[in-house]
């Protein structure tokens, strides 16, 4: 079983910058494999920025040059780095990690006003 607490959410104007953190616990030995996800009201649930098993990293088109994701092995923990924020990315925003099975983590909200 593998744990992911999310933080870092929050309130901020257009232009703005956020960090969200999450810490994995359980059975994770590399932050592989972890990723960002967001979901809109309305919408679908939609990649936003993952570390693949191999260590490449994929972006949203939506957040490319925008959003960095990074991480801290020995804290098995990914950021999310969130600058030029825009009113269209609020949202709540999951943490993920895949590893035969699927793990998320309870969502924390980013809500960018204009």
């Given amino acids: 079983q593998v744990q992911l607490v999310e933080s870092g959410g929050g309130l901020v104007q257009a232009g703005g910058s956020l960090r969200l953190s999450c810490a994995a616990s359980g059975s994770i030995f590399s932050i592989n494999g972890m990723g960002w996800y967001r979901q809109a009201p309305g919408k679908q649930r939609e990649l936003v920025a993952r570390i693949t098993s191999d260590g490449s990293i994929l972006y949203a088109s939506s957040v490319k040059g925008r959003f960095t994701i990074s991480g801290d092995n020995a804290k098995n ?10 009113p269209e ?26």
Avoid: E, R
């Fill in 77 to 86: 923990t990914v950021y999310l780095q969130m600058n030029s924020l825009k």
């Fill in 89 to 114: 990315d609020t949202a709540v925003y999951y943490c993920n990690y895949q590893n035969l099975a699927d793990y998320w983590g309870q969502g924390t909200q980013v809500t960018v006003s204009s």
